[in-house]
């Protein structure tokens, strides 16, 4: 087993089986010429995302919990945006890539894709952690969740901490005016479940530009 699939089989997690993907995950469209086409479960016409489809999708279609991805361009969050699920992928080295194919290793993340934001945030403690058969995990702090243990609600724990919403405002207008509105509308939708206590925050990125 991979370090991760692992840890979850110790704490009692069962492997249902392994989900569909394109070869090497190099491909934004889900096909696999070897294994068949992986679907949208929403709507079959349409794609799953890329090369984590299979976690998104089973996710997704309420087959399993979470589902384990790997991402480095994106592999792991557009299945599970498009698939309606939540997809995390960790700083690079919280989670072991021991027993993974990792197409570029320095850009490579292991990450879950669940159901929902605590059912991702309880397998992300499950697969964190320092490994040492992986050096690049050995520099970490442990794991924390810190909901587990509190009465707050995650809305009043966030609310009290302010969340701060990181916003590129050089590309953000570089977009259709649909998807601009429906940016602005996530923004002001958080901010009013949050109730006002959000802060905007500028984000600068010098070197994107560079001809």
Not at 62 to 76: E, M, N, R, Y
Not at 132 to 142: E, I, N, S, V
């Amino acid at each position: 087993d991979s370090a991760t699939v692992g840890r979850l089989k110790k704490l009692g997690a069962l492997v249902m089986g392994k989900t569909n993907q394109t070869p090497l995950g190099m491909s934004l469209t889900a096909i696999n010429p070897y294994h068949g086409v992986c679907r949208n479960p929403y709507d079959p016409s349409r794609i799953p995302g890329d090369s984590s489809a299979g976690s998104g999708a089973a996710v997704g279609a309420g087959l399993v919990p979470f589902a384990l991805g790997s991402d480095f361009a994106g592999s792991i969050r557009e299945p599970a945006a498009v698939c309606g699920s939540i997809g995390l992928v960790p700083t690079f080295g919280r989670i072991a890539g021991r027993g993974e194919q990792d197409v570029v290793w320095t850009l490579g993340h292991i990450g879950p894709i669940a159901a929902s934001v605590f059912d991702t945030s309880v397998v992300y403690a499950a697969i964190a952690g320092p490994d040492l058969q992986d050096l690049r995990t050995l520099t970490q702090p442990p794991p924390a969740v810190p909901l587990w243990n509190q009465k707050q609600t995650i809305k009043e724990e966030i609310m009290e901490r302010k969340l701060r919403i990181g916003v590129f405002w050089d590309w953000f207008h570089d977009a259709e005016e649909e998807v601009i509105d429906l940016c602005w509308d996530a923004i002001d939708r958080l901010n009013a479940t949050l109730e006002g206590t959000t802060q905007l925050v500028n984000i600068s990125i010098p070197y994107l530009n560079l001809q």
